[in-house]
């Protein structure tokens, strides 16, 4: 063998080697990508919300909080469960920090009045007091005040947005929810970061955690709660410990509950959470009653209903969960010493509007409360009853 032949040979030898060094990564490029076996939890993530209904057709369901000091640290319990309801059609798999590809059952749509299934981030906290009276929060807080809206409307580009409709360059949107007409529910809640980051259109919309009227209350896809246990996980919820929802139904949650390294919902006691009592109002309650300018208050139940009215400005009306709404400008009342009835009564825009106030005792059906006046709405041919109280003295 010449130098030329034993050159050639050598360089054929560096070739194959190289080749053989390359080969591993060259097989690892070519295979399929391996998933992340952690599950969707965020390590970071220091405060999870745990949301349980019975089955992906059920709305009553139970709500755990659970925090940790680290990813290495097991979740304890932060507090006693309490009850809670979501959308009135149950679940359906929603767009989170999970994935869509391997899950069984029903998947969340705009309009289908079911909360969203799966893990999902919590980034801001809203309500109607001024930002001042709510600076103990420790999430970004979100004032809802008039004309804040959120937009369901799937073909454009606002689509699952909160948004000021006179802070928008053009509004174009068919669809919307008009949240600082939704008073007791909207009071106060937590953003639900479902189908963000980016969008897909008809994916669902507007998801939130939010105060319920009563326990019978219902919801077109958030997920509702005493009004005490909201505030209390609104002053509990820390941006920095990167809160996280995980909502399912139990089965579904017995299923991924190792894979996705989720805490035991053994009933917890009193010594195990925290047992927190509700964070106090930092509003007056002057500034509870009146801060709306209301003087009188009704609600009734089944369905769950309220009605707010000025003598100097309108009556506003919210049924099904404040999807339905109407505000009308305030008569002229008719009052009837006698039978001690108080009308409010006129036709505006093709609707037939009258409300009935009597000053006598009306127990409210599911807290027991006793309240100074009965209180009957009829809008048209629909008929609602309930109690009433008034703001002002």
């Not at 304890?76 to 929603?94: R, S």
């Not at 009215?309 to 008719?334: H, K, V």
């Amino acid at each position: 063998m010449n130098s030329r032949q034993t050159a050639y040979l050598i360089s054929r030898l560096r070739i194959i080697l190289l080749y053989l060094m390359l080969m591993p990564w060259i097989v690892v490029s070519c295979s399929p990508v391996q998933r992340n076996s952690q599950g969707p939890l965020p390590a970071a993530s220091g405060q999870m919300i745990v949301v349980i209904s019975e089955s992906f057709d059920s709305s009553a369901a139970r709500l755990y909080c659970y925090e940790r000091e680290n990813d290495e640290d097991s979740w304890k319990p932060y507090a006693m469960p309490v009850t809670a309801i979501v959308g009135k059609k149950g679940m359906g798999w929603g767009r989170g920090l999970h994935t869509l590809e391997v899950v069984k059952g029903p998947i969340k749509r705009e309009g289908d009045g079911k909360s969203p299934a799966g893990v999902f981030s919590l980034s801001t906290a809203f309500g109607f007091a001024e930002p001042d009276e709510m600076t103990a929060l420790k999430l970004p807080y979100l004032h809802i005040r008039e004309m804040v809206e959120c937009v369901d409307d799937p073909s454009l580009d606002h689509y699952n947005t909160i948004v000021h409709r006179e802070q928008v360059e053009r509004v174009d949107w068919q669809s919307s929810e008009r949240m600082w007409r939704a008073k007791t529910w909207y009071d106060q809640g937590v953003v639900v970061d479902h189908n963000r980051h980016p969008g897909e259109p008809h994916a669902g919309s507007c998801i939130f955690l939010h105060n319920w009227v009563n326990p019978r209350d219902s919801t077109s896809g958030c997920t509702a709660l005493d009004p005490d246990h909201m505030r209390n996980i609104m002053y509990w919820l820390d941006s920095t410990q990167y809160p996280v929802l995980v909502q399912l139904p139990e089965e579904v949650y017995v299923r991924v509950k190792e894979e996705w390294e989720l805490p035991d919902l053994a009933t917890v006691t009193p010594e195990q959470g925290r047992n927190k009592q509700p964070q106090p109002d930092k509003r007056s309650k002057q500034t509870l009653e009146t801060w709306i300018g209301m003087d009188f208050r009704a609600v009734g139940n089944e369905p769950g209903w309220i009605l707010e009215l000025s003598a100097r400005d309108s009556i506003l009306f919210a049924t099904d969960y404040g999807r339905r709404t109407f505000r009308f400008e305030t008569p002229q009342p008719e009052a009837d010493p006698e039978s001690g009835k108080t009308l409010y009564r006129l036709n505006q825009g093709g609707e037939t509007f009258m409300v009935i106030i009597e000053h006598r005792p009306c127990q409210d059906s599911m807290s027991g409360q006793t309240f100074e006046f009965q209180v009957t709405v009829i809008l048209n041919e629909q008929t609602w009853t309930g109690c009433g109280k008034a703001l002002r003295e």
